[in-house]
């Protein structure tokens, strides 16, 4: 095919792959087979490659993601992005529909909205194309997330109309998403996210927009930036409407209410039925709806006072604890988790809740027998929150942590500056079958077919003792366990082989070193280039090297130090695992992240991290944690109820930062 005709075709096939899309994932109302989709879709792929020149920015094949960032830049807002004042309850949604009347007067009807419990998003589109997109940030400033939110299918490239226009919306990820992430990375040995608005916001905030792309992020859109009566608009309902016809997916279970009644009935309706929804809703947003209206009532500093957000309040049900478990991790963490008489709560039946640690077992005083009141925090993970002392019997039995181990029965100890108990036996079999989980796992050694019931039963059967037995298995052995064929054998064995030839970064990652993660092991493997020269390195070179903090420098020493790592490194050379790096160097200028090089202080409490563990990553950075603020305090992080450290800061006018600042630097 010549150009131009290849250009009338590429130009058509935008066209309707668009109206596809938009059918698919905005309107729900698919109108061609997943097949016939995908067809015209690797027909413009074929195209594009043949003549790259005719790759538009709106072409469907961009939403796959491309090359990774170093950072996201700021960008400051045309128009702030307000937060909503909260009400939670009837008192004070009545206190609000007054001192709206009273500023309006008693024409005033609301729209009621499902509160999406996610991520808020500026969209800026010019002559109907998608130009930029930002992150609420403070309100004032965002970061330019325009890469991650092209992945999003929900949200068009091309508009319907050729209209220059700025539009909020809430980026989410459905609870299917959410859960289907979440079992991968248990499978994968990963840390869960909490619920879909971390998952969600932790999505849009990856530097490689090909992990947004595979993270299913769905949109509604719920405003316009600017004023609408630019575009002949009269009201909030009128323009959702104009959103719809411009090719935005607006959430439809939206209600016009007149009287306040109204609105406490629509918010009674969404409390009962919002455990029934694909995605997760915190509230009830009201608004004003004329625009008149709300010019009248105008705004305070921080939100607009024709507008609040109704809160559900966590639901909270009674249970009974009947045992107490233990789990071992990969690292030795003994974690306590409540088993609990079944109940439905926020839409699931609940069984099990994390205690978390001995402390937190003493601090609530949970035992066993004890009536438990639980919930689920963000929704999603169940917590206990307190026993019900009111209704013990006196047969409730108090739950002590062991001094052993329950795998392996040695000694348990507790690591200064940490709650949790660990074992510390290297040969501990619980921690043993966890570390190999992890090594062959998807972000390690990518060992497909070897999932966490394959290698249960390969220990169990005694043919596993670590890591370098996997490379002496035979087909012959794997036939003997259950529900292993020919043919799953025989796959098994080839991605073993396979997974061989891997660079020296899966490897570092796939040994489980404390505080060396995904992008640690990366930096060390580019640094060093062969297992042999880590292993030498000493804790100075370490240190020198960009990003790499004295915590995981001093974890990497200690664990080459062992004799028995040393034998395992040896004996994984000889079954031929490389152990050399193999990827392509990318070097990391100074200063190319936010705590490169800077002294920092951490300080108050943080809700999304605990503070260990936010030094952890910011020292995995190349930041350097001190414990006082001084002239040479370069950053303080201050979490709630900061102090002294806070006004001293102040006073030396040192650079500060809140918790929502962190997590957006550290992409969490």
């Known amino acids: 095919m010549d150009r131009i005709k290849a250009e009338e075709r590429v130009i058509e096939l935008n066209e309707q792959l668009l109206n596809y899309g938009h059918a698919y994932y905005v309107l729900d109302k698919p109108v061609v087979p997943d097949a016939v989709y995908d067809q015209l879709l690797n027909e413009l792929i074929e195209l594009e490659n043949l003549y790259p020149d005719l790759i538009f920015p709106d072409s469907p094949t961009q939403r796959v993601g491309g090359m990774p960032l170093s950072n996201f830049k700021k960008v400051q807002h045309e128009r702030q992005m307000l937060s909503l004042s909260n009400v939670f309850n009837e008192d004070d949604l009545r206190d609000f529909d007054k001192r709206v009347r009273g500023g309006a007067g008693d024409s005033v009807e609301y729209v009621c909205e499902l509160k999406i419990d996610g991520l808020a998003v500026s969209l800026i589109y010019e002559d109907g194309k998608l130009v930029r997109g930002l992150t609420r940030g403070d309100g004032r400033v965002g970061e330019d997330i325009t890469v991650n939110l092209r992945t999003v299918r929900s949200i068009p490239l091309k508009l319907q109309q050729p209209v220059s226009i700025e539009v909020r919306g809430e980026v989410f990820m459905p609870k299917s998403s959410f859960h289907a992430l979440n079992e991968d990375r248990e499978k994968q040995g990963e840390e869960l996210f909490a619920n879909p608005r971390n998952a969600a916001a932790g999505s849009l905030r990856q530097l490689d927009s090909k992990v947004a792309a595979k993270r299913n992020l769905d949109v509604f859109i719920y405003g316009i930036g600017g004023d609408g009566e630019t575009y002949g608009l009269n009201d909030h309902e009128q323009s959702l409407h104009y959103l719809s016809e411009l090719g935005f997916k607006a959430n439809t279970e939206r209600k016009v209410c007149k009287t306040v009644e109204e609105v406490l009935e629509y918010i009674e309706t969404w409390t009962a039925e919002r455990g029934k929804l694909s995605y997760e809703i915190d509230g009830i947003v009201i608004k004003v709806n004329r625009f008149l209206h709300q010019q009248e009532l105008g705004f305070t500093a921080k939100s607009p006072k024709w507008a609040t957000a109704y809160k559900f309040p966590a639901e909270e049900v009674m249970t009974t604890v009947r045992d107490i478990e233990l789990s071992i991790g990969r690292t030795g963490v003994v974690t306590p988790t409540a088993i609990l008489e079944a109940v439905a709560v926020a839409g699931t039946t609940v069984q099990r809740a994390s205690l978390h640690n001995e402390d937190l077992i003493r601090e609530r005083d949970i035992r066993i027998g004890d009536k438990v009141i639980i919930r689920k925090a963000g929704d999603i993970i169940p917590e206990v929150v307190r026993a019900l002392l009111d209704m013990r019997t006196g047969d409730e039995q108090p739950f002590e942590m062991p001094t052993e181990c329950p795998a392996c029965s040695s000694e348990l100890v507790r690591i200064e500056g940490e709650v949790a108990l660990r074992c510390v036996n290297p040969k501990c079999p619980a921690q043993i079958v966890e570390g190999m989980i992890h090594f062959v796992s998807r972000n390690a050694m990518n ?222």
């Open 447 to 668: 060992i497909d077919g070897l999932g966490e019931k394959v290698v249960e039963q390969l220990y169990r059967e005694g043919l596993i003792q670590d890591i370098s037995d996997l490379y002496a298995l035979t087909k012959e052995q794997l036939l003997n366990l259950e529900r292993m064929g020919e043919k799953s054998a025989s796959n098994l064995i080839d991605a073993i082989a396979a997974s061989r030839g891997n660079s020296m970064e899966r490897l570092l990652f796939g040994l489980g070193i404390r505080h060396v993660g995904e992008r640690g092991a990366r930096i060390l493997s580019e640094q060093f280039g062969t297992m042999d020269s880590l292993m030498k390195a000493s804790l100075e070179e370490l240190v020198a090297v960009h990003e790499i903090g004295e915590k995981m420098a001093n974890a990497i020493v200690t664990y080459f130090e062992k004799e028995e790592v040393l034998a395992l490194v040896e004996r994984l050379r000889e079954r031929g695992v490389n152990l050399a790096y193999t990827g392509t160097v990318v070097h990391i200028e100074e200063g190319a992240n936010a705590f490169a090089g800077k002294k920092i202080v951490l300080t108050g409490k943080l809700e999304n991290l605990t503070r260990q563990e936010a030094g952890v990553r910011i020292e995995a950075l190349g930041g350097k944690l001190t414990g006082s603020v001084s002239k040479k305090t370069d950053l303080l992080i201050a979490g709630e109820e900061a102090g002294s450290k806070l006004d001293k800061a102040q006073d030396l006018g040192v650079e500060i930062w809140n918790e929502e600042r962190l997590l957006m630097e550290l992409n969490v």
